[in-house]
């Protein structure tokens, strides 16, 4: 977790900037300056910010004033669904002429030829050798199972796939089922690791005593890199580092990851990761996803090192020494105009400037949630270094009590049953007034 | 599924004959066009024009381009036109991400978490299936996967896969891969079946009888419902028959069917099928792709009858976001999804649902023997020296005609298409020609046919 450019907790960041200003952190005036000093401020106007109006379960509640159609609303969810980049409206103007005035011939005469379109977006994946080792292709739960099926490989005693015990539903059916397909037993070679009793997060150290007493049972360690339940930033160099030094492969679901926090993949020698991009990279719900395979299992001997579920798309147009030898097919025009339209504005804004707004941003949600609501508690973990942009927040009641109070305000979050919501502030969107209005909302309620 | 016997040209014969003209005369594809039912369609899509194509540029001894002319384009059955509806389609999609974000995926047309399925009534009409039997999902080539991952079982001395033997690539890897995923040699359990000597297209009796004699070794046929190469129709229903009273399960790569020519999977007993929707659905380079389950796989137990690739998505919709790591099949095709599907493509498809709904797969395939009869019989009388590799009967092919040219293909694909032709190429001497109903003309085949007359090289033997 080498990413921080210093230990210091956030929060400090925030008090000092808060006595250099002579208002307290807790204050609107402390807000309103975070935000006016903020370097991310006009991405803000990138993006399509949604309105009270616009919000489909605002309404006016008993006691308050009138809605105002034309405030922004509270928009905290974009660690599920992205807002929209104004870009893409552009991007797929021009694919929507191309396919128009071209027909078959975009599919190499234009901007993003179709037929090389993926490609086009491979350049701006964060990373030292993307071009090789990553793709743009199908959805994350596809590209797990290509990926599975070539990195899981049991043998021996070796056949076991260490987990999360609350993984992603996707991953732990995937899993299973890639399992079963070998004729083996889930129940028998699923490990599923816990949290210790009373705790929700689990502790890096148990991740790694577990990958270092049972290794050689298993085959491969799978992982999502941040929780999406908790919130929680695995130490994904750590994990990787000693499972594979047990003889593990390691992969990584990336979904709350990528555009969250940075990523080192390659030089952290991770096998292979898999993404959706409708998350943190704001491409549009269920838009063409990512993956990486490390450039050790690329070249010579790789089809013979690694089962594939081939098509021809890995063979089409080029030789395929490179990551893109798992593709099997054409990718989507539309999607891509999407992708490049969202990495455009990563480009600009940088995952160091992000990250170093998201430790603030969230830290400030953090320290207002406990003066202002202390009946709910945070599970995500309190360590900056070990969290992206999200808290998980465990309500003092049943989350149906607050969820429509909360909708109705304009607030957009996310719930998982029985009592727990989701909020991430996204940095290139969300704003320090953003946060504290629903901290006031939420107390409120 | 003809409506009769009558080799389609003789009915542009009887019509040439009542309007007193002949059938290879301008005035005949004119007045084709005029009487042509589905006319109106054309205007339903972007039609590319002479100004907008690419390659297009003036020719010696020919007069200027004029750019406002429409084009040439025959090159539906590889990318098919834009419906204009897309635009629409996809500003609603657009508008509703914008001022939505996340309760997008349960408010507004066509709500993100249900896309694909407001798209299953008017997909599963197209391939004569019921919408529990259908999905809209992924791409052609991993809907493929899904379906040989459940339904190639190889047992005991059932092992084999028979397919054609210049099945397209994407087919033939997965296969070959499936094949190795299961520890068997590829070389020895795919039964690719090659056409007799001299001959381009497989003979249904051939295909039959090979299934009926080597039967008990095969676990799976799985054939193209439309070739790609040759624009060959196969019989999906005596294969289908006939194969699964050999024992074997049966599976339709319908990338050039569907849209091209009527299909009824369920009737026909066909145990899965998966098509791209780029090809004559007109929705998209890459867009999302469809899948078909028989009704008899779903239900009780085919969880466990039917090994899958699983996925959140193909958790039932009651429980589905409780997440609690408990899998619970939806019970219809739709437990062979595994992710949340696109709502940009959802869009696009819907557009072209659309067209379809309207056109209807009678119609359309009705012009579509009409027009591919006249085209053939132009460039019998045009250009003699190039000859047609599709099957001579209406009923055993669609839209396309695959024309062997007396030259290599290079020596005329780029007069071709600096003329404003858009047609297929397949080195070293095959260009693929295939007139869409919904939007090309009978106009559009004649002029085709006078251009290919015109750059076809003087010097053949």
């Known amino acids: 977790m080498a990413d921080s450019a210093t230990s210091r907790h956030p929060l400090e960041d925030l008090q000092k900037l808060a006595k250099e200003w002579d208002v307290p952190v807790l204050s609107d005036e402390f807000a309103r300056l975070m935000d006016i000093n903020d370097p991310l401020a006009g991405f803000r106007e990138k993006f399509h910010y949604p309105k009270m109006g616009d919000l489909p379960l605002v309404r006016r509640v008993d006691g308050q004033p009138p809605v105002d159609p034309s405030e922004d609303g509270i928009y905290l969810c974009g660690n599920s669904l992205g807002l929209m980049p104004r870009e893409v409206r552009n991007q797929l103007d021009t694919q929507m002429s191309q396919w128009a005035r071209f027909g078959v011939f975009g599919h190499r005469h234009g901007f993003m030829p179709w037929a090389f379109c993926d490609e086009w977006l491979l350049q701006d994946i964060p990373g030292r050798r993307p071009a090789e080792e990553t793709c743009v292709m199908n959805s994350l739960t596809v590209n797990l199972h290509l990926c599975l099926t070539a990195f899981y490989q049991p ?103 990528v555009g969250n926090v940075p990523l080192r993949l390659h030089d952290w020698d991770v096998d292979f990761a898999a993404w959706c991009t409708y998350k943190y990279l704001n491409c549009g719900a269920g838009c063409i996803a990512g993956a990486f395979v490390h450039r050790r299992h690329l070249g010579e001997g790789s089809r ?24 099997v097919t054409n990718p989507s025009m539309i999607q891509a105009a999407c992708v490049r339209a969202s990495l455009d504005v990563f480009k600009l804004a940088g995952m160091q400037q992000i990250r170093r707004k998201s430790l603030l941003l969230t830290a400030y949600l953090e320290h207002l949630l406990k003066h ?13 270094q070990a969290r992206g942009a999200q808290l998980s927040l465990l309500l003092a009641c ?30 290139l969107y969300n ?13 409120d309620g």
């Not at 202002?372 to 900056?384: A, L, Q, Y």
């Open 155 to 257: 043998a021996g005693a070796r056949t076991k796939i260490l987990l999360e015990s609350q993984a992603f539903p996707s991953d732990h059916y995937a899993v299973e089922s890639q399992i079963r397909q070998r004729g083996l037993d889930p129940a028998a070679e699923m490990i599923c690791l816990k949290p210790r009793d009373g705790e929700h997060c689990l502790r890096t150290e148990d991740i790694l005593q577990t990958i270092q007493s049972r290794g050689q049972e298993i085959a491969l360690v799978f992982f999502s890199g941040v929780h999406y339940y908790t919130g929680q930033l695995f130490d994904i160099a750590a994990i990787t580092e000693v499972a594979r030094a047990s003889g593990c492969c390691v992969g990584w679901d990336l979904a709350h990851a």
């Open 304 to 327: 013979e090192r690694l089962p594939r579920l081939e098509g021809w798309w890995a063979t089409a147009l080029r030789l395929d020494e490179t990551a893109g030898q798992f593709r």
């Open 398 to 427: 049943p989350v149906e009590r607050v969820l429509p109070q909360l909708e109705a305000r304009g607030v957009a979050c996310d719930e998982r049953k029985p009592n727990v919501i989701r909020v991430a502030p996204a940095p």
């Open 372 to 384: 202002r609501v202390p009946s709910c508690s945070v599970i995500s973990p309190r360590d900056p």
């Open 431 to 443: 704003s320090f007034g953003d946060v504290l209005r629903f901290v006031k909302v939420l107390a």
